[in-house]
């Protein structure tokens, strides 16, 4: 991509993806990602209703008055977006392909994250690792992670999830909030997500085209697989063809969900032809009442 059309793009994914995280979600992100941890601020008089536990015996002693420790909750936290850029990921059946739809949805989630004060970083994969972005904080640092997300090819064509959150939980040491961006078409990776969902906040966006819920009635048609470039041939418009996608669709879409709630991975469903907002909204709801 030339670089001035490059920037072009950029700038309106920022206009128009910093405007929702001011006006919409920088609340509801606060409250459904709050800090894991509490540190010390103040002591203050013992009130009436405060917790014994809480008396710092210390300052007690010197004061000869009953005091308390007072504690707020600890805010900068680092956020990981860990995103599929395999080949099904360049396909659409309408308006967007399903990669401009996840970086818009990456770019709204960083700058929440960075009005919110906390740290972003990024993990590209496929099948393997393709590009790692250390977390870190501010605007030019969330334009350089758009830039990348709009123009990195990625070296190699399938999906691995598991190595993507073995790689994940390794190099980040520290308990994190991490969005994991596909369409989880990939080999079985329950045992990966269990792993890294213990050790940090984990949130699974799952992102599909509408033809992947609903096959159009369309004919005989040659149908290429992007991760594997296998063709092969599809009478589209038969009972027998819809009856079968339908039922594996169905027995995807299960599996996936159970995974997930095996797991105790919240997730959202991240259709192409509806705004990213509504689910967006509807997960951050999810969690708020949850805490």
Not at 48 to 74: L, S
Not at 109 to 119: E, G, H, P, V, Y
Request: proline content about 4%.
């Amino acid at each position: 991509m030339e670089t001035k059309e490059l920037l072009r793009k950029v700038r309106r994914i920022e206009i128009k993806t910093r405007g929702l995280s001011n006006q919409i979600f920088s609340g509801e992100y606060h409250s459904a990602f709050k800090g894991q941890g509490m540190t010390f601020a103040e002591v203050r008089e013992y009130q009436p209703g405060d917790e014994i536990r809480k008396i710092d015996w210390n300052v007690t002693a010197r004061m000869g008055a009953p005091y308390v420790k007072i504690f707020e909750e600890e805010r900068e936290q680092t956020v990981m977006l860990i995103v599929d850029v395999s080949a099904s990921e360049n396909f659409g059946s309408g308006d967007i392909l399903k990669r401009n739809y996840i970086t818009e949805v990456c770019a709204v989630l960083a700058f929440s994250a960075i009005t919110n004060n906390d740290k972003i970083g990024v993990i590209f994969f496929s099948d393997k690792i393709e590009k790692f972005i250390p977390p870190k904080k501010g605007r030019a640092h969330t334009l350089q992670i758009i830039r990348d997300l709009l123009n990195y090819k990625a070296e190699s064509k399938g999906t691995d999830i598991n190595h993507a959150l073995r790689y994940f939980t390794g190099v980040i040491k520290k308990k994190c909030i991490a969005f994991l961006i596909s369409d989880f078409i990939s080999e079985p990776f329950e045992k990966s997500i269990k792993l890294a969902n213990k050790k940090h906040d984990l949130v699974a966006l799952r992102v599909q085209d509408p033809i992947e819920s609903s096959f159009p009635k369309i004919g005989l048609v040659p149908l290429t697989d992007p991760e594997t470039d296998e063709v092969f041939w599809a009478d589209t418009s038969s009972e027998a063809f819809q009856y079968s996608y339908k039922k594996e669709l169905k027995k995807f879409d299960v599996e996936i969900e159970r995974i997930f709630k095996s797991a105790g991975v919240d997730s959202a469903l991240m259709p192409t032809h509806i705004n990213y907002v509504q689910p967006l909204m509807k997960l951050f709801k999810k969690r708020e009442t949850k805490r």
